[in-house]
């Protein structure tokens, strides 16, 4: 096929003729596109469907329990009503109403630090 197509190009490049002539001798329209037939399911290999290799698997019906109290739909208000529950602090109302402000972890070691300090110059 090379060998062909070579010669084929060769005369054409070493042709005298002109543009026009070569046109006129060489340039066709496109081949018109063609259907192909379906090919017939026969030439087809046929599909081999092998049963499944290695140990037997055998299906178990497992039975579902489910006590009574178990909620399997949310509704829209279970989540506000989560997200609206602080963590309460004991006697926070009694804090409050005498205007205590409840001290922070760094602030309460602190204080322990001093305390212990304060307890060895006593002694």
Do not use: W
């Amino acid at each position: 096929m090379d060998d062909l197509y070579q010669t084929e190009i060769r005369k054409r490049y070493n042709s005298s003729m002109t543009y026009q002539q070569y046109l006129d001798t060489h340039d066709q329209p496109p081949p018109t596109p063609t259907l192909k037939a379906k090919q017939s399911p026969q030439i087809v290999e046929p599909l081999t469907l092998e049963p499944h290799k290695g140990p037997k698997i055998h299906q178990q019906k497992l039975a579902i329990y489910t006590p009574d109290d178990v909620i399997f739909e949310e509704s829209e208000t279970d989540e506000k009503q989560r997200s609206n529950q602080i963590p309460k602090i004991p006697c926070q109302k009694a804090l409050i109403e005498h205007n205590i402000r409840i001290r922070s972890q760094s602030e309460n070691l602190g204080f322990s630090v001093f305390r212990f300090l304060q307890q060895k110059k006593k002694v």
